[in-house]
């Protein structure tokens, strides 16, 4: 079965300079999610997206962006970027219940390979 | 909002031994329920759910928790571990409308022969 794709897998980037992390969600899945990693810590939320609608922002730095385009991937930007940006940058996809029928609810989310992103 | 207590942040235990990974959560809603499993250097893997109905659920590679309301708990659990069960576990809560994940901290199981 197709999985969330998360591109690129790895980066490597200077202080100050910007990133841009690319996602495609399992197909006809309509919700992203944007989770940071740090080293030995627990995933925490930063954005998602339903229908290419921003659904819910949680500790996202005002450096950062992202959005959902026409075709569901989803693309997260990151400027000014410093030393703690340093992590495991995951996507994740979900269904939306209410447009395709009797599949999963929303609420099971799944997690793409991560791009790992370290700031030097 | 929601939030996830792991009891334990590593586990040793010896091959073909049982396991059980703890999980509290907090919450003023319903909530929907997750373990997922980390492999080193790998992504996020869904072991199973709790979603609705029986309170027992059974997830992949043998593993099962049992959704505990009373108690608030969420704890995974295997009867006999392997090696290759050797990795991170993360509980994770969700409210019922459908949004973010919110993760413990997360229990490193390490499994020796």
């Known amino acids: 079965a197709a999985g969330v794709i998360q591109s690129p897998r790895h980066l490597i980037k200077e202080k100050r300079e910007t990133a841009t992390l690319k996602c495609y969600p399992i197909p006809r899945h309509d919700t992203v999610y944007w989770y940071q990693q740090g080293p030995g810590q627990d995933p925490q939320f930063l954005i998602s997206?339903?229908?290419?609608?921003?659904?819910d922002k949680g500790s996202i730095p005002d450096r950062f962006s992202a959005q959902q385009f026409s075709d569901y991937h989803s693309e997260l930007n990151m400027s000014s970027l410093e030393l703690g940006d340093s992590a495991l940058y995951f996507c994740?996809?979900?269904?939306?219940?209410?447009?395709?029928?009797?599949?999963?609810?929303?609420?099971?989310?799944?997690f793409g390979p991560g791009t790992r992103l370290l700031v030097l | 909002a929601q939030s996830v207590t792991q009891l334990d942040s590593q586990v040793p235990v010896f091959e073909e031994a049982p396991v059980e990974l703890r999980c509290n959560y907090s919450s003023s809603v319903s909530v929907y329920l997750f373990w997922y499993v980390q492999y080193p250097n790998q992504g996020l893997q869904l072991l199973l759910k709790y979603l609705s109905g029986s309170t027992l659920v059974k997830g992949i590679n043998g593993f099962e928790a049992e959704f505990n309301k009373s108690q608030t708990s969420f704890h995974l659990r295997k009867p006999s571990v392997h090696i290759s069960d050797t990795a991170e576990y993360f509980c994770a809560v969700s409210g019922t409308s459908g949004s973010r994940l919110t993760f413990g901290e997360g229990t490193q199981l390490t499994v020796n022969p």
């Open positions: 997206f339903y229908e290419k609608m921003q659904s």
């Open positions: 994740a996809s979900s269904l939306n219940w209410g447009t395709s029928g009797p599949t999963e609810p929303q609420e099971t989310q799944y």
